[in-house]
Every structure is written in C-alpha cells, then in structure tokens.
C-alpha cells in the first residue's frame, strides 16, 4: 500500500527532476489568510522549501504520495490558527504521517497542539516536526506524543537516531537536503525543517 504523507509548507513544484516520477504529489487546496481552505489557482512553490523538503521525503521514501497542503507562500511564516486548521485538515484526509516544518515556541499554545496530536494518534497518524528553534522548544514537536527531531549533520541523511534529550527521546537527523548538481551543499537550503523532512522520509519508509 502506498504510504500517504501530508506536507504543510510552501507547495511543491512538480516538475522539479526531484521530484517528477519519484512518487505522486497531490496538490491540495491552500489556506488563505481568512482561514478557509480554496482550491490553488496556481500549485507549485514559491519559496522553494516545500519542494526541498519533499525531494528529501521521495529520495527516502520512493513512491510515496505526498499531498501538498500550502499553508505560506514567500516568507517560512504561518499563523498560529492557520497551522491548526492544516493539522486539522490533514488528519480529515486520513493521510499516514504529517510533515511539518515549523511550530511555536509559545508553550501556552500547547493544550490545543496535544489535542491535534492526540486526534492524529487516535486515527493512525505519526506528526513530524522540529522539537527546537535554536536554543527554544518548539512545538508540537517537543511534545511526547510527537515525533520530534533536531539536527546532527554527523549522521547520513538515510539513518536518523533516536537519542535522550532533556525528559524525552528525540530523533536526530541530517539537516542537509538532497544535493543538486553544480550547487555547492551550504548554498542549498538546510537546517531543523529538512532534518523533519528527512526523518519523515525515514519513518515512511518503514525505518
């Protein structure tokens, strides 16, 4: 059975060679400002990230299906109230795991990520997401009910860890994304969000 992944960030561009015939993407509807959800008059990403961050997932996992849910455009910024509405929405589309990239800092935010997470674990759905911004906890990802994971780029991008941290277990995993021909790796895009994508990938693919 093909392993189904939500993916809220900034749209996918399926004609990247990353991503064209590694694996299926379903563009799904975005999320304006207002909060409602309307079909994408123009699917594809902007920024880049969400791109990057799915050509990790499809180099891990081939032959996933990725539903792309853009929830910001230009600038890696997203209301709080609009990041709850894509959990929200994704856990509907009975996808296999979510994938995010971001999350809040502010921990008086959490009572209504542990209840997303917990609607997502009652129907079958692992999150992914950051567990820190720098020095910051982050979440959902720092929650115990989430998988959470922060960078070490010691490690390949194929073999995360799990490791102590702090009062739970965290995954660690290669920040790096996959490498593009003629791009030197530290002017491509990197850091927690690609370690996300990259445990993602891992996790999707039965690691």
Not at 33 to 45: A, F, H, R
Not at 57 to 82: E, K, M, N, V
Not at 88 to 116: F, Q, Y
Not at 166 to 195: I, Q
């Amino acid at each position: 059975m093909t392993v189904r992944i939500a993916l809220l960030d900034s749209g996918v561009n399926g004609n990247h060679p990353h991503i064209r015939d590694q694996g299926q993407i379903i563009h799904g509807p975005a999320i304006d400002d207002s909060g409602d959800w309307k079909d994408d008059p123009e699917p594809g990403d902007l920024l880049g990230h969400g791109t990057c961050a799915a050509a990790a997932i499809l180099d891990l996992a081939p032959g996933s299906t990725i539903l792309s849910l853009r929830i910001f455009r230009d600038q890696p910024r997203c209301p709080f109230p609009r990041l709850l509405e894509a959990l929200d929405h994704a856990i509907d589309e009975g996808v296999d795991w979510i994938n995010l990239s971001l999350g809040t800092t502010r921990p008086s935010r959490c009572d209504d990520l542990e209840k997303m997470l917990e609607r997502a674990s009652e129907a079958g759905i692992g999150v992914v997401a950051p567990a820190a911004i720098g020095e910051l906890a982050c979440y959902p990802g720092a929650l115990h009910s989430c998988y959470g994971v922060l960078v070490d780029d010691s490690l390949p991008r194929s073999h995360p860890q799990q490791r102590p941290h702090g009062d739970k277990k965290v995954w660690f995993a290669s920040g790096r994304p996959r490498d593009l021909p003629g791009l030197p790796s530290g002017a491509n895009l990197s850091g927690v969000s690609l370690a996300a994508a990259n445990l993602t990938g891992f996790l999707a693919a039965g690691g």
